[in-house]
């Protein structure tokens, strides 16, 4: 029982390149999310999914766009990387928006 | 606008020597309100809910306790384990879709 699983763990990426972030759930959850954790701000919410088919924006979207592949998976993606990204990834599921979420183990990104 | 305030930023311990750490909120209607542990390079780990003023929860050593307008978790006779830090979120939005966090608590206990 793997929970949410991310990918990769680490990544370098040079200013405007791009990526996608991808995570996993195999906890059959309906919900998804998309979390950044920078030092000393907490973790503040990019994206979220609340149930297959649907997207919705966060308090820090700018510069990210996700895709919420099938139930298990939620990716997310970064067109143009800026050195303000640099950050932890953190993606999670809960069952619904109501309830706990969990959390994977992280993508730490540094753009230079 | 919604927000959470986590003090202290950081708290070190004796081993046995019990505290708590406070978690206070401002938020349109709370829906619940969560406590996380988080060890250093790994994802947050859930701990507890809490739905309403008076509720309380207990693992272990730790006690978590809801007003409405902050949340405590108590940490009774710690060991060096318990070492990490503490996350506070609430759940937010108009239809409890958002999980707005405090900055944390980092917690260390020395033998």
């Known amino acids: ?112 | 606008e919604d927000q959470v305030t986590q003090s202290p930023e950081a708290l070190r311990l004796q081993e046995g020597e019990s505290s708590s750490l406070n978690c206070s909120y401002t938020v349109s209607g709370l829906r619940g309100l969560f406590w996380y542990r988080q060890d250093p390079g790994k994802g947050p780990e859930f701990l507890f809910t809490l739905y309403s003023a008076g509720e309380e929860k207990e693992k272990e050593r730790l006690k978590a306790t809801l007003t409405k307008k902050e949340s405590f978790l108590h940490i009774t006779a710690p060991k060096p384990e318990d070492s990490a830090t503490y996350l506070c979120a609430v759940q937010a939005g108009e239809y409890g879709n958002k999980l707005v966090f405090g900055a944390g608590t980092i917690l260390r206990v020395k033998s």
């Open chain 1, 1 to 112: 029982n793997a929970g949410v699983t991310q990918t990769p763990k680490f990544q370098v990426l040079k200013t405007g390149q791009s990526m996608t972030l991808q995570c996993a759930q195999d906890m059959n959850h309906n919900s998804m999310y998309w979390y950044r954790q920078d030092p000393g701000m907490g973790l503040r919410l990019i994206y979220y999914s609340a149930s297959e088919g649907t997207t919705d924006k966060g308090e820090v979207p700018n510069g990210y766009n996700v895709s919420r592949l099938n139930k298990r998976e939620f990716s997310l993606r970064l067109e143009s990387a800026a050195p303000s990204q640099t950050s932890v990834y953190f993606c999670a599921s809960s069952e619904t928006v109501n309830t706990e979420a969990f959390f994977g183990q992280g993508t730490r990104l540094t753009v230079v």
